[in-house]
């Protein structure tokens, strides 16, 4: 083999095993491997998730109608993105310094500007991406915690709910990060996330603001999970704000269940 076919040879080797380790090394160690500054990575949406790529994202969404938007009014970061409006990728920018994340911003559509100093991750897998944001929302050691949970949930084809469930239930994270935890949770698809959610009203040990975010966030299912838990609490919990709360929600519904319920609240004698 002459020398010029060896370098190629040689060269496409090393492209393969450096691939492999890229591949190999699991999303956190390559974030803690990159240098301070902007870290950023990107992940596949789940179906009905659209964003313009810089302040605006969209989910739940069949035919053009979406269910829940969020609108950033700051969104001075031109360096980050170029639009337009499309159905993915999450784009997630970390702000590390000192090896620590303090901080992130996510978008959906668009793509990143190259002109920056930023270190670019490329495209990496849901479960991957997921599991690296709920580990930082568990770990609340920034602002970026709360944060980290959103882009979790637009994840594609993963079930977070369980994540969500233990964030919720943990005293080692801030009560902020747990509600937004509980909040995320009545997004989930599921019965099982509905369970959890109730048992989490039911537990006297948890935090009251945790647990009367859980008696929102069951409003927020579907009537045929949300309502029947709601009438529960309503009839059964043995903390009067909470029946407050929950008879509160499903005055909101327009289900006839809730509205038996009231009648035979009004003429118990």
């Known amino acids: 083999m002459n020398t010029r076919a060896w370098c190629v040879v040689r060269g496409a080797w090393l492209l393969l095993i450096a691939a492999s380790t890229a591949t190999a090394q699991t999303l956190e160690k390559r974030v803690a491997a990159a240098p301070d500054g902007s870290v950023r990575f990107s992940f596949d949406a789940r179906p009905g998730v659209y964003g313009n790529g810089r ?30 409006c499309d159905s993915g990728p999450v784009r997630v920018a970390l702000s590390k310094s000192g090896g620590r994340i303090l ?125 029947p838990a709601l009438i529960r609490i309503a009839k059964e919990n043995k903390d009067p704000d909470l029946r407050r709360k929950a008879i509160f929600w499903l005055g909101q519904s327009d289900d006839p269940r809730a509205l038996a319920l009231f009648e035979e609240l009004l003429t118990r004698p």
């Open 55 to 84: 302040n605006m994202i969209s989910w739940d969404c069949d035919k053009g109608n979406c269910r829940n938007r969020q609108v950033d009014g700051n969104w001075n970061d031109h360096d980050d993105w170029e639009t337009p």
């Open 103 to 227: 901080d992130l911003r996510v978008y959906v559509g668009g793509q990143w500007r190259t002109s920056t100093s930023a270190t670019d991750l490329g495209m990496v897998g849901t479960k991957e991406a997921a599991s690296y944001l709920l580990a930082l929302a568990l770990r609340d050691e920034s602002r970026a915690a709360e944060k980290a949970i959103f882009p979790a949930v637009l994840a594609d084809s993963v079930t977070i709910w369980p994540d969500l469930l233990k964030i919720a239930k943990s005293e080692d994270v801030s009560r902020k990060v747990r509600r937004s935890a509980v909040f995320w949770l009545g997004q989930a698809a599921g019965d099982a996330a509905t369970r959890g959610l109730t048992d989490l009203v039911d537990d006297g040990r948890a935090d009251r603001e945790v647990r009367e975010s859980a008696v929102f966030a069951l409003s927020q299912r579907p009537r045929d999970e949300g309502v």
